[in-house]
């Protein structure tokens, strides 16, 4: 019998937070799991700019015909000139881009094209990573490996060692990189240590695959790319894997994009042929909504500047929320240095505490976290912020 040899898997590392919190039936339960943005209400609002943009667009659309491989090539430009700023338009004839499903689509779609292109290239991902990052990456085929990143004793970048490592890869490894708020650890690079590894990066002939899933979520949309615009001047080559997920609300519409700076138009051309292959070979072609609703909103300035502060609000709410729980979290433990809660950027930080006490805090205190301790702050709140601090103290050893 077909599939009868299969057994059944363990729940996802992430998603089966998710899964089992819905299933709990406490009335205190917390969620801190899943990186999903939580308003004072316990909500994920679809931004209001959003919002009028998604009605406008709707009211426009008299089709809804085949788009094609590489999806809206409008949004497509858009997103691209959002991502890298005025460095965009000294790149356009040396860049491909593709639409995709969500920013894990653009990160496959790009290891599939690595790997097709050059079989047995390695992707060099940082330890540690977002728990899907490898199984993603790696079923398309590529060998991956990991550079040193977090120390878990300052809570911060381990820049030298992160930067010594990648300085002995050999030329052509690929470097996966967080462009801002890094998935799980929330520390990332100062703009010195985004330069010093650019210049390694571009002397060693390396080629950094950027994934920027929180563009905004950092500081705002101009500081958090520093470090991508920075490596896109100083090197021939690199990919760029966007998400539309979190700064848009845009979460289940799965948008995203797969841009592919290469060393000539040329061979930009010839890219642009096999992302649209690899693409209609996969799924033929992305969904339309989402693309067509931010390239409407990117393309209307009123809409672009309200979207922007709402943008802030909620990256000012995450730096309220993260302030708060340090605070909470020094008068319970006046020995202990939570500096690192503020000082770490976007949703994520990584609480240190072992399978034990994050068994305990699911059974005990109905909180959750992921098996690899983040939490995820937008999910602590005025009303939860001391039981989650009660919690988090009481299971600390
Ligand atoms: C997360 O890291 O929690 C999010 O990126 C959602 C996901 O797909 O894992």
């Known amino acids: 019998m077909i599939f009868a040899n299969l ?3 363990p729940p996802d590392p992430i998603l089966g937070v998710t899964a089992a919190f819905r299933a709990d039936p406490s009335p205190d339960k917390i969620d801190l799991g899943v990186g999903v943005y939580r308003d004072e209400k316990g909500e994920t609002p679809v931004p209001a700019a959003v919002r009028e943009a998604e009605r406008a667009m709707l009211a426009a659309q008299r089709t809804k015909t085949y788009v094609g491989p590489a999806g809206n090539l409008e949004f497509n430009r858009l997103i691209v000139e959002m991502a890298l700023g005025p460095v965009a338009a000294g790149l356009r004839e040396r860049t491909a881009t593709i639409q995709t499903v969500g920013g894990c689509g ?6 599939e094209l690595i790997n097709a292109s050059q079989p047995g290239s390695v992707m060099h991902v940082s330890d540690p990573t977002w728990a899907n990052h490898e199984p993603l990456l790696g079923s398309s085929g590529l060998k991956l490996a990991r550079y040193p990143y977090y120390d878990p004793a300052a809570r911060g970048v381990s820049f030298e060692a992160m930067r010594d490592h990648v300085a002995g890869l050999p030329t052509g490894s690929i ?7 890094h998935n799980p650890t929330g520390a990332d690079l100062s703009p010195g240590e985004w330069q010093a590894l650019g210049d390694v990066i571009e002397s060693r002939g390396l080629v950094p695959f950027v994934d920027l899933a929180y563009q905004g ?5 101009e500081t958090d790319v520093f470090g991508l615009r920075y490596l896109a001047t100083r090197v021939p080559q690199m990919l760029l894997a966007v998400s ?14 797969l841009a592919i700076v290469a060393s000539s138009p040329a ?3 010839a890219i642009a042929t096999h992302q649209a292959r690899t693409a209609r070979r996969m799924y033929s072609m992305p969904p339309d909504h989402g693309a067509a609703v931010v390239a409407w909103l990117l393309a209307d300035p009123r809409l672009r500047a309200g979207w922007l502060a709402e943008l802030g609000e909620i990256v000012g709410r995450m730096k309220y929320l993260r302030a708060l729980l340090a605070g909470r979290l020094s008068t319970r433990r006046q020995d202990l240095d939570f500096t690192w809660v503020t000082q770490h950027r976007g949703m994520f930080s990584l609480t240190g505490l072992d399978a034990a006490a994050i068994t305990d805090l699911r059974d005990r205190h109905h909180v959750y976290l992921p098996p690899d301790g983040r939490i995820n702050v937008a999910g602590v709140s005025e009303a939860n912020v001391d039981r989650v601090a009660d919690s988090l103290v009481a299971v600390m050893r």
């Open 106 to 111: 653009a990160l496959r779609l790009g290891a």
């Open 7 to 9: 057994e059944q898997l």
């Open 267 to 269: 061979i930009a051309g």
């Open 175 to 181: 470097v996966l990189l967080h462009g801002c708020c």
């Open 244 to 257: 539309c997920s979190k700064n848009f609300g845009m979460y289940r519409e799965r948008t995203g994009a």
């Open 217 to 221: 979520f950092g500081d705002d949309v």
